[in-house]
């Protein structure tokens, strides 16, 4: 299998190459899966439309890989990346593989997170980026959409210890780079409020309450209104598609969980509660439209 893998490689053909071996990619090195899906992801010379790519067999690949100690977190987070299409659920809240290696290089490196907002954003002060953080025009459409994807996708709160503990402190360090960075970079609020939606994925505290303890200590720290917004957007969507009953019963039930949730952690966590109050507030505002559209339909019958 190897040696099949080694030849088409060679004739630039690695569509053609991970067909031969996606029924079982342990048939090859993790070296030289790693090299077949690097070449994959670059193009070659495979004819058009010809060896599709299912979405099961590309995870299973990455998952391989995942599993080998002869590829750097690095490489394969830089592959993960490349296939971030393939391999991202947009929105967090992820079933599948997803990026678990790009999530812990960026967990490594914040200034991975501030680049993707910088190729996603414009300055607000009209400014010009520094050389080292310059989009090439040619470029600025394709990488506002990788970034779009990485911002989407990103769905592990940065900040774990080595025992892979969430702490308040190292999140916090994580943070302030790439609030400084992209302050810097004239993009401050607008990092605020992609910091707010990457939150409203973290996890529910040891009380039940969304978010998680580390997370409030740092939005309590930050309590800007970017950050709020962001947060309260990203609740909002991470509901996803729901099936509708008559009226507005879902949203009340919403509304009284948000409210809950700001009664809860008004002292501790004002600026947290306050995010929860506006929540309810939303659902309270579509439970009554809700109910208003149902009346009306019940009298056109």
Request: proline fraction near 5%; charged fraction near 30%; charge should be negative.
């Given at each position: 299998?190897s040696?099949a ?10 569509r053609a190459?991970f ?5 079982n990619t342990d ?5 030289l899966l790693?090299?077949?899906?690097t070449k ?10 010809t060896y599709?790519?299912e979405?099961y067999?590309v995870?299973?690949a990455?998952s391989?890989l995942?599993k080998?100690?002869?590829v750097s977190l690095?490489?394969k987070?830089?592959?993960?990346f490349a296939y971030?299409?393939a391999?991202s ?6 079933e599948?593989?997803g990026?678990?290696?790009l999530e812990?290089?960026?967990?490594a ?6 680049q ?7 300055r607000?002060?009209g400014g ?12 600025v ?9 990485l911002l989407?996708a990103?769905?592990?709160?940065p ?21 400084e960075?992209?302050?810097?970079l ?33 939005m309590e ?7 709020g917004s962001g947060?309260?957007t990203g609740?909002y969507?991470?509901?996803?598609v ?5 009226g ?9 969980k948000?409210?809950?949730g700001?009664r ?5 966590h004002p ?6 109050t506006?929540?309810a ?9 809700h109910d208003t ?7 056109m019958?």
């Open positions: 299998s040696e893998v080694e030849r088409l490689l060679a004739a630039e053909r690695p190459a067909a031969c071996i996606r029924h048939a090859i090195p993790a070296t790693h090299k077949l899906l994959m992801a670059e193009g070659g010379k495979d004819k058009q439309g599709q790519l979405h067999h995870e299973q990455f391989r995942d080998s100690n002869e690095e490489e987070a830089r592959l993960e971030i299409d391999l659920h947009p929105g967090g809240r992820r599948g593989y990026i678990p290696n812990k290089y960026t967990e490196n914040p200034s991975l997170f501030t993707a907002i910088v190729w996603m954003y414009r607000k002060d010009e980026d520094p050389p080292e953080w310059r989009t090439p025009a040619e470029n459409q394709h990488l506002a959409e990788r970034g779009y994807k989407e990103f769905d592990r709160i900040g774990h210890d080595d025992l892979g503990e969430l702490q308040a402190e190292r999140l916090l360090k994580w943070v302030k780079s790439v609030r960075t992209c302050g810097e004239g993009r401050g609020d607008i990092a605020d409020m992609c910091l707010g939606k990457l939150f409203a994925r973290a996890p529910e505290g040891t009380d039940g309450i969304w978010p998680c303890e580390p997370v409030r200590e740092v720290e930050i309590q800007t209104e970017a950050l947060a309260h609740l969507n991470s509901r996803g729901h099936w509708r009953g008559e507005g019963g879902q949203e009340r039930d919403l509304a009284e948000y409210r809950k700001a809860a952690l008004q002292y501790s600026f947290v509660a306050s995010v929860h506006s929540m507030k939303t659902y309270e505002h579509e439970a009554t439209h559209e149902a009346g009306i339909r019940r009298r019958r």
